[in-house]
């Protein structure tokens, strides 16, 4: 644990460092002349070891040959290194290392004519008192023209030379068999698509235009760019590859220019060599006004300065180079080879110079906030250093590479005698060249050089924020750092005071293709859409999503629900039919108040136990079905309150048995009519039926049967609390489950049997004499018991929750309502309000 802790604070040394380090910034003023879209002067340097002192007076007439401040920076730079490698004791003692200017700075076409003149002079075939020499060239910046000299070397010079190029890395150039003896000193630019797509996913898009050169160059860079883009799902809005030729360029000018307006993205990379055509689209777009966020290259710095110091409609530059550091002295070594003509502000135009930034931070919280005449005049007056470009530092370090691969090659020469004294030239200079290729070594400043390609490690990068002021003026202010060696998402650090302080905000314009999806959305794509460009579709019901772009929408638990905005669960209401609910409220008081008529009811026919009505409807089968009724509308209550097993199981049994005491005892009533308005030739037997009560034993027999069926029920599936967390939306409804489902409609399909007998009997004596006749009554109380439980069947599986108990509650009301109606409603009229009815004279008139 210890180890990996250490481990952990090492790694992040660096990025602690880095917060330490105070922030620089550059400054230059920008060129106006009208030649200023050429953008990429063509040199070439001979370097070559002399016996004779090389000081620095030699470099004043030597600098007066390059007249233009493109050419100038690298000649100074060239200057500089020698210099400093002649001052060094340990390198090339006794010799210094010399540049032949025969070559200089020129255009292609210039080059072409002035190569085989050149190479007579310098590296002259036929001149056989002159010893040939081992050749160093030092090209750059276009790779046509290095391709060009290597051309021209193998054609006209007998022996191979060696060509170290300093401008930006091109793969044509990296083809080994093609050119053998070819290295390009600039590394690849893989690690700036790494910053550049570190950079964007800090800011969170994930929709950026590229502008590249329609050439090896821009291709190889797009190839980087979208490998990196496709593993963190950034995607590109277009991709403009720009052509070098004019001819194919303009025809097509209007069409790059309608992508970039017409794209949503706010973000364009640009990409490649700076060729007149990639300048001038930049040029048009800034012109006619297009707003975007730029992010180039170091080698995009001249083309993106080069615009009407009037115009201020770029959102901004964002500058990625790879990190080198910075050398000290540069701009007093070049003021002393001409203190007079080399100013600070001439010095400028050519090349950044640099200072502390929180020196001018001091002045204004924001560069927005400063005067541009006041940064001018604070600019003039205060001294700084200069600082070298990448192509600059590149020169640096070839002429390091030159003079430590001459240091072991005269070593081995002239100490080890490990090389032959031959006249074999071209060996001898084969073996100079193996010696570069293959040369190590750490420059002054610190850095690890290595001339091969392939034994190169990533370059850490650099990130500037570029603000054009007026007056001709550039401020370029270093907002972080990239480095591909920290782990991952730790690669980029970013100073969000520099970015302030340089922009003027702490937001960056947002770059996406399509919105955010936000908490209760989920993004789906159609067919054909890039995987950045997405729509929002709401989340299924009872799904949601609480956090931004997410691909799918989670289901909520059973126990909660999602809320209206669909971004969390909510906890579902527990529900049943209570009796604090109106609806229950409504029905326990119904059953109560039918119970309580129901017990008036049984008062009044025992307190009129001895009256002829009483007695001719068989009080005893009436005290009973009294009894039973009571029994049934008290039975209802069970449905109500939140249930638990014992209601569960008390309910259907308790439903069953006394219903079916209350028909079979309906049944018991009916066989009674029957057999008193039924006697005939065997009337004594059937007299002897009636008075002996065996009707009675029906009731118990019908009851028995029904006890066995509900005791079948309880064994093999009784009812049980069922938890519906579905029916209704947002709600937890606790019902009572039947279990078996066959049990209960065997329990109802045997009370209408019985319901059915009774209606069967009863209306076959309908006609009998009314004084005793009470089978149409029951008749019609079977017709209502029948036709309420019939529409119950339907109703109850239409309903869902406490409205489903209802109906079942409802129904048990209203069958035992019909029976209590039908039957004793008019004898309860009789005794109550027509006493004179319930007489033995009224009763034998009407018989």
């Known amino acids: 644990m210890c180890a990996l802790i250490f481990h952990f604070l090492l790694l992040n040394i660096p990025l602690l460092l880095a917060s330490l380090i105070h922030p620089r910034c550059y400054w230059r003023t920008k060129l106006k002349e009208g030649k200023d879209l050429d953008l990429g002067p063509n040199c070439v340097f001979f370097l070559q070891p002399t016996s004779e002192a090389i000081g620095r007076e030699h470099w004043n007439k030597y600098l007066n040959e390059f007249t233009t401040p493109e050419s100038q920076r690298f000649a100074f730079a060239l200057a500089f290194s020698m210099d400093e490698v002649n001052r060094n004791p340990g390198l090339l003692p006794n010799m210094s290392l010399f540049d032949y200017i025969g070559f200089g700075c020129k255009t292609l076409p210039q080059f072409t004519r002035h190569m085989r003149m050149v190479i007579n002079n310098v590296l002259p075939n036929y001149d056989c008192t002159r010893k040939p020499m081992c050749a160093l060239l030092l090209t750059g910046t276009s790779w046509e023209t290095t391709a060009t000299i290597q051309t021209f070397m193998n054609l ?48 969170r898009w994930n929709w950026v235009g590229l502008v590249i050169s329609d050439n090896d160059q821009g291709i190889q860079f797009l190839s980087y760019l979208r490998r990196e883009m496709e593993k963190n799902t950034v995607c590109f809005a277009f991709v403009n590859m720009i052509p070098v030729n ?358 009044v026919f025992v307190k009129h136990h001895d009256t002829p009505i009483v007695k001719a409807n068989n009080k005893t089968l009436s005290y009973l079905l009294l009894i039973s009724l009571m029994s049934c509308f008290l039975c209802s209550l069970l449905f109500l309150g939140r249930p638990n097993t014992a209601t569960c199981i008390l309910q259907q049994i308790t439903f069953g048995i006394v219903f079916t005491v209350a028909v079979s005892t309906v049944l018991a009533k009916t066989i009674t009519v029957v057999l008193a308005f039924k006697l005939t030739g065997t009337r004594r037997r059937m007299k002897y039926i009636l008075i002996s009560g065996v009707p009675n034993y029906i009731i118990p027999m019908c009851s028995l049967f029904q006890v066995i069926l509900c005791a079948i029920w309880l064994g093999s599936s009784p009812p049980f609390v069922d938890i519906d967390a579905h029916s209704e939306h947002g709600h937890i409804i ?13 329990v109802l399909g045997y009370l209408a049997c019985l319901a059915m007998g009774s209606f069967t009997v009863a209306f076959l004596v309908r006609n009998l004499p009314d004084a005793f006749n009470e089978a149409k009554y029951l008749t019609f109380s079977m017709l209502v018991f029948c036709s309420v439980w019939l529409s119950f069947i339907p109703v109850y599986h239409s309903t869902k929750g406490k409205v489903m108990v209802a109906v079942e509650i409802f129904s048990i009301l209203a069958s035992t309502a019909g029976m209590l109606g039908c039957i004793f409603v008019p004898k309860f009229y009789i005794i109550l309000l027509r006493p004179e009815r319930n007489s033995i004279q009224n009763i034998r008139k009407k018989s």
């Open 246 to 603: 004019m001819e194919l360029y303009m025809p097509r000018a209007e069409v790059y220019y309608n992508q970039i307006m017409t794209s949503s993205t706010n973000v364009v990379i640009i990409y490649g060599d700076i060729e007149y055509t990639l300048a001038l689209s930049v040029r048009r777009w800034e012109s006619l006004g297009i707003k975007r966020i730029w992010i180039t290259t170091s080698h995009g710095d001249d083309a993106m300065s080069k615009r009407d110091d009037t115009l201020d409609s770029f959102h901004g530059t964002l500058t990625f180079a790879h990190h080198h550091p910075d050398i000290s002295g540069f701009k007093n070594v070049v003021q002393t080879l001409n203190p007079i003509n080399y100013s600070d502000k001439y010095l400028a135009s050519m090349e950044w110079m640099y200072f502390n930034c929180e020196a001018l931070a001091s002045n204004c919280n924001t560069m927005e906030n400063c005067s541009s005449n006041a940064t001018l005049q604070w600019l003039m007056e205060n001294t700084f250093d200069m600082a070298f470009s990448g192509s600059s530092y590149d020169i640096y370090n070839a002429v390091y590479a030159s003079a430590h691969a001459m240091h072991e090659w005269f070593f081995q020469y002239l100490v080890l005698l490990e090389i032959p004294i031959l006249n074999n030239y071209k060996s001898v200079c084969l073996k100079l060249y193996d010696i570069l290729r293959n040369i190590h070594f750490t420059n002054p400043v610190g850095d690890r050089v290595t001339i091969n390609q392939r034994e190169k490690l990533q370059e850490e990068c650099d990130v500037f924020y570029i603000s054009n002021l007026q007056q001709g003026l550039e401020i370029k202010v270093k907002i972080g750092s990239f480095s591909p060696y920290f782990p991952h998402g730790q690669q980029l650090h970013l100073s969000a005071e520099m970015m302030e302080w340089a922009t003027g905000s702490t937001k960056i314009l947002p770059s996406v293709c399509s919105a955010d999806c936000g908490p209760g959305f989920r993004k789906f794509w159609k067919e054909g859409m890039a995987t950045c460009c997405f729509e929002c579709s709401p989340c299924p019901e009872n799904e949601i999503s609480n956090e931004t772009n997410v691909d799918q929408c989670v289901m909520c638990p059973e126990e909660q629900y999602a809320n209206p905005e669909q971004n969390h669960c909510v906890d579902k209401a527990v529900v049943f039919l209570s009796y604090e609910d109106p609806l229950g409220m409504a029905l326990a008081l119904i059953a109560l108040c039918f119970t309580a008529f129901t017990a008036v009811g049984l008062g």
């Open 734 to 746: 606790i019902v009572c489950n039947k279990g078996s489902v066959t049990a209960f409609y065997s």
């Open 156 to 203: 006209f010079v007998s022996y191979q030379v060696f060509l170290l190029t300093f401008g930006p890395f091109h793969p044509v150039l990296s083809d080994h068999e093609q050119y053998p003896l070819l290295y390009q000193m600039a590394p690849n630019d893989i690690s700036l698509a790494l910053a550049m797509v570190s950079f964007i996913l800090y800011f």
